[in-house]
């Protein structure tokens, strides 16, 4: 394949580059494509040097795939030019996830759908979402998934490279040993950024997201994983609550889900299906740090919920830079090599 990676200097377009080197497509050629301000850099990848072109004027012509990770506007105004040139678009953004032309895939789950590629982009889910889906579909098609009750617990990272720095430089005010509280209870010397609604060192942040304007009071984070979810698993009447918190945590999103089935399934039985899913490792406490760096979901605390019928608590942990953006992009552009 020919391959092209767009928002090549960014923190995820990074991440695309570490894992398109660890993988085995085999890739012909790689071009790299950033804003203007960074174009006439350099990349150095698999011994080659690379010079970024400025993606706004580049033309695409030639490629076979082209992974996108610089933003929903940006993608807006690109994607449809480098489909036009041939390139079949693996977009990061939000910009055509629930586009209906346009297949939203996480590729354990739902491969299928790069049958139809109709506009010639395929948009990768949000990262919080990901995490979800390799667990999520197996149980659904055992027991026929009714609704999920979600808690995230998501790292910084998921802001970008700003959100990173904005926990780290709050971090480095005050100290490793935290803020002193002041007799009301509150933190002195903390303030919040320009990322999190609330400083986000030391604290836990339950707003994730812009607060959507329709009344519902949710954010557009706990929207996606909504929309999302039904669209992935096949499933438009699937109900989901979803609570998207922010926490001081680097890499890494994690989720506590409890899910409502049609049918009984046991924890037991549980375990024995997700033991045998790709890209799922059982583990009995899963942490960010275990998933940090680290290509699977990893997933413990099964348990019985006992308040609903035939229901189930699970524990959730994956990398988002990873199989939350970067992997499961390049994880496409193999499904399309292999239906080629």
Known sequence: MHVGILGVTGQVGAVMLDVLAGRNLDVTSLRVFASGRSAGKTIEWRGAVIAVEDAAVADFDGLDVCLFSAGATISRQIAPTAAAAGAIVIDNSSAWRMDP?????????????????????????????????????????????????????????????????????????VGVQGPELTLDGSSAGLERGDNFIKPIAFNVVPLAGSILNDGSNDTNEERKLRD?????????????????????????????????????????????????????????????????????????????????????????????????????????????????
């Open 101 to 173: 032309a346009v297949p939203l895939v996480v590729p354990e789950v739902n491969a299928h759908a790069l049958a139809r590629i109709s506009k010639g982009i395929v948009a990768n889910p949000n990262c919080t979402t990901m995490v979800a889906m390799p667990v999520m579909s197996p149980l659904a098609e055992l027991a026929g998934l009714r609704s999920m009750v979600v808690s995230t617990y998501q790292a910084v990272s998921g802001a970008g490279r700003s959100g990173v720095r904005e926990l780290d430089e709050q971090v480095q005010k």
């Open 228 to 340: 999302e979810s039904r669209k992935i698993l096949g499933l438009p009447e699937l109900e989901v609550s979803a609570t998207c918190v922010r926490v001081p945590v680097y890499t890494g999103h994690s989720m506590s889900i409890n899910a409502r089935f049609s049918s009984p399934v046991s924890p037991k039985q549980a375990r024995e299906l997700l033991a045998d899913t790709s890209g799922v490792v059982l583990s009995d406490v899963p942490t960010p740090l275990q998933a940090a760096g680290a290509d699977p979901t990893y997933v413990g605390r099964i348990r019985v919920d006992p308040t609903v019928e035939h229901g189930l608590s699970l524990f959730l942990s994956g990398d988002n830079l990873r199989k939350g953006a970067a992997l499961n992009a390049v994880q496409i552009a193999e499904s399309l090599a292999n239906f080629n």
